[in-house]
């Protein structure tokens, strides 16, 4: 009988390519048509309705009841005439997934017919059932209820058929349950902090805007091959399976021309995105075989994040229809690269400039070094923190491995502005300047854009670096919500400028010396004190961990310690400061990261466990009983001094399986009895130690020995697809 895996290989030579005929050539003719976009909203609203939801967009000021009945009105009659049947409040609960419960527009009129409604209170707010989504111990079981509330600064987009609109999710108590409530608060706080900061340098700054450009890291797998592999179905990952001769040894997948059926799959998806104003502008092959990536023009962070939260939801879907799955796990495979999604991220002006590129003049450029030393020393105050917002199960696979940075937080900028750093810091005193000292100073910052225009500087092994006109912070997780390191970057950046402003003010009034001097003086201080997170080197190398160490820059590998930093006493005041998450929510946070890392080992472990006790030890002894029937017959064929050359080999084949398999049986069992013990643990702390140090580690001791029965067995006997299946089948 053939093997699953056989029967989904010959599936996968038979599929053909599915064509995709985007309606138009030009992406601008369908770009945001299922958005209700401000063209849309001057179109359907009256001017009253469309200045006052303006003014929410830009300044975040209320709408009256009244108004929002308006507004939903000319939002019900755009979703209708575009087919819309239904509505939803579209939020990001604390599961990392989109969460969405579709209502119709219809109300029954009373008289055995419906009209269609949809009025202000609809839209502004709405009460689901929060009880099955992650809360860490905020909802009371007694108070299920939780509150979704309008997102006014996030357009309204139809999916499906239904109109979604974005919004933010809390308990009845008040307290956040997702990630867009302190996204938006700590948005609100770096605005102010920022704008202030550019009060120094431009009096007609009044909003500063924080952007993020991801770039989203995927694999591909044919639906059948995925099937076959109940590992990947339930986990996300393969649990076991031999390295593949050829993987990314040749680096020619990496920027290669795209198989037909994945850009037929890209083109597809792409449409879709683009017809909600997502901007998706760069695709290409990624390192690892079937490994990809798709990247947007940068947005508001908010905005951005939504819509990688969309796309991804996007990806998932198109791929089905052309017969893949899309793989956002941040290791799949053993061996090659996993994913992961880098969050480019700068501070914008309402005056258009980019905070973190050098500008035209000295003032410019002096003001470029003051939010790019900022950033520096907010990255560095919190590094263990935004280490912590990243740390998943998926994304401990990368951290660490040679193919991503490791869990040292440090710092690129590149060997130019390392000296100009280095200069401010050794020509800079406490003392005042001389005005020639003053001038040839700014000389030498008006020379900035100059030199880094020619700075080519790629590190690739840092975790953050600056790459000439942002920050890129690479060490996120391919499947995380950007919200979660955003919301830390956003706080500890914004935190620290409202810091710098103190103490440049204090100094201006203390010392009687002007803005620059003091605004130098500080900045120099800044240098000196977050040198240490500044690294030029490989960070992937061993010496770099050694050298971190003499530092004192911490090297968090476990993911129990790095998510204990959510409720450290830092975290606690950086966020309570400026109300963006209390210590309950923080908490709730920290409780819910370790339950889901939990979860997550608890599924690779069943299914582990079941995989090689029901698939590969039947699949072994099976192919020990064909050798043994051969070593018998050979017996019966031999003299007894020929049958020890000629089935010697054989024998110690059949011994091997079963050293192999006993190791299996052993380790499983081993494995769920300490799954036994850790479940029945009341303490989620406790726990999730367990599950991290005594269980996690038999994932591999049972693979070890899987992959060794995979080079063993009868290729036409084993049942799940092998790694160069899974890998080159595309
Ligand atoms: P690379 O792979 O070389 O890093 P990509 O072009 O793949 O570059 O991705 C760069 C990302 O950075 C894009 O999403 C781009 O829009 C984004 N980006 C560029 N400028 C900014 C900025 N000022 N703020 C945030 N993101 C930016
Ligand atoms: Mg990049």
Known sequence: ????????????????????????????????????????????????????????????????????????????????????????????????????????????????????????????????????????????????????????????????????????????????????????????????????????????????????????????????????????????RTLMGHASAKDQQLEDHYFGSIPGRVSAFMKDFEFESYKLGIPVKTRHNEVAPNQFECAPVFEEVNLAVDHNQLIMEIMRKIARKHKFRILFHEKPFNGINGSGKHNNWSLMTNTGVNLLSP????????????????????????????????????????????????????????????????????????KKMTPEEKSELKLDIGKIPEILLDNTDRNRTSPFAFTGNRFEFRAVGSSANCASPMIILNSAVAKQLKDFKQEVDHIIETKKIKKDEAIFIVLRNYIKESKKVRFEGNGYSQDWIKEAEKRGLTNIQSITESLKHFISEKTINLFSENQILSKRELEARYEVRLDFYVKKIQIEARILGDLAINHIIPTAINYQNTLIKNVKGLKELVSDIEFEQIAGTQLQTIKKISEHISSIRMNVKEMVNKRKVANKMEDIIAKTVSYEKEIYPFLSNIRYHIDKLELIVDNAIWPLPKYRELLYSI
């Open 1 to 236: 009988m053939a093997t699953i895996r056989f029967t989904a290989m010959q599936e996968v030579l038979n599929r053909s390519s599915l064509k995709v005929d985007p309606p138009s050539d030009k992406i601008s003719e369908y770009f945001g048509n299922c958005v209700f976009n401000k063209p849309k909203m001057q179109k359907y609203l009256s001017k009253e309705a469309y200045t006052s939801l303006l003014a929410s967009i830009e300044t975040g000021t209320k709408i009256n009841r009244k108004v929002a009945d308006q507004i939903a009105s000319g939002m019900k009659a755009w979703a209708l005439e575009n087919g819309a049947t239904h509505y939803t409040h579209w939020f990001q609960p604390l599961n990392g997934a989109t969460a969405e419960k579709h209502d119709a527009f219809f109300e029954p009129d009373g008289n055995g017919g419906v009209f269609e409604n949809f009025d202000g209170a609809l839209l502004i707010q709405q009460e689901p059932d929060a009880s099955s989504f992650p809360s860490g111990g905020i909802r009371n079981t007694f108070e299920a209820r939780g509150y979704t509330a309008w997102d006014t600064s996030s357009p309204a987009f139809i999916i499906d058929k239904t109109l979604c609109i974005p919004t933010i999710f809390i308990s009845y108590t008040g307290e956040a349950l997702d990630y867009k409530t302190p996204l938006l608060k700590s948005l609100n706080y770096l605005d102010k902090t920022a704008t202030e900061v550019c009060q120094y340098f431009d009096k007609n700054v009044n909003k500063v805007i924080a952007t993020l450009g991801w770039e989203q890291e995927y694999f591909l797998i044919d639906e059948a091959l995925y099937n076959a592999r109940p590992d990947l179905v339930l986990t996300g």
């Open 359 to 430: 500008g035209k003049t000295p003032k410019n450029n002096l003001q470029f070094l003051t939010f790019l030393i900022n950033t520096i020393k907010a990255v560095y105050s919190h590094s263990d923190l935004l280490r912590a917002s990243i740390s998943s199960a998926g994304n401990a696979h990368r951290l660490g491995a040679n193919e991503a940075p490791p869990s040292i937080i440090s710092i690129f900028i590149g060997q130019q502005l390392t000296k100009i750093l280095d200069e401010l810091e050794t020509r800079v005193s406490d």
